[in-house]
Each structure stands twice: as C-alpha cells, then as structure tokens.
Nanobody, 118 residues
Framework: EVQLVESGGVLVQPGGSLRVSCTVPGFTSNGCGMHWYRQAAGKQREWVSSISTDGITTYADSVKGRFTISKAKAEDTVYLQMNSLTPEDTAMYSC????????????WGQGTQVTVSS
C-alpha cells in the first residue's frame, strides 16, 4: 500500500512563511503529478495547487503569488512553499497523486496542520 506522508506544518505568525512537504515513494518513477489540498475546520476541502509530470504548476486564486509548488524528483517529494500567510490559510494540508495507472486512487495521508495565528 502506498503511503502519502505530509510534513512540515506548524504554528506560524501572520505574514510568515512555511514549507510543507509530501513524500510518496514511487511518485517520480511512475510519472505522477501531485495536487495539494487544504481543509479548514468546518469547511469543505479545497484545491490549492498542482504540479504536472512536466513541471507545469497551477494555483488557486486565493494563493496565487504567495504559494509555490515544486518537486524534488530524487526524493519523491513535492513541496509547497507558503509566504505571506494569513489566518485564512489555517487548515490541514494534504497531498494527492494524480495521473493514470499507478498514480490514481491512493488513500489520503494524515495531512499536516498549518496554523496561522499571532
């Protein structure tokens, strides 16, 4: 069973920066893309950002210009660099592989909690 492991979430002050990670063994060799999602307390999960196999990146309007998604192929890891954080960014952040075949249908990981508060 493939495990998606998110890490890096902490308490950070408004205006601060943070980088969260998602490691998925086999992500690179199987040519997957990756989505980042987040879910705030009492709200539905929302899409945040994606990176394709070819490295094409997309962002939700709410994070565009502040967040940057990237990947480290050798480490099977995708990062989400978050800058200029606001309390509205407080949420559980989770990743999900995307693509055909092996890339599709893996269970959600535990997520990593990002809290933005003074």
């Amino acid at each position: 069973e493939v495990q998606l492991v998110e890490s890096g979430g902490v308490l950070v002050q408004p205006g601060g920066s943070l980088r969260v990670s998602c490691t998925v063994p086999g992500f690179t060799s199987n040519g997957c893309g990756m989505h980042w999602y987040r879910q705030a307390a009492g709200k539905q999960r929302e899409w945040v950002s994606s990176i394709s196999t070819d490295g094409i990146t997309t962002y939700a309007d709410s994070v565009k210009g502040r967040f940057t998604i990237s990947k480290a192929k050798a480490e099977d890891t995708v990062y989400l660099q978050m800058n200029s954080l606001t309390p509205e960014d407080t949420a559980m952040y989770s990743c999900k592989t995307t693509g055909g075949g092996w890339c599709w249908g893996h269970a959600w990981g535990q997520g990593t909690q990002v809290t933005v508060s003074s």
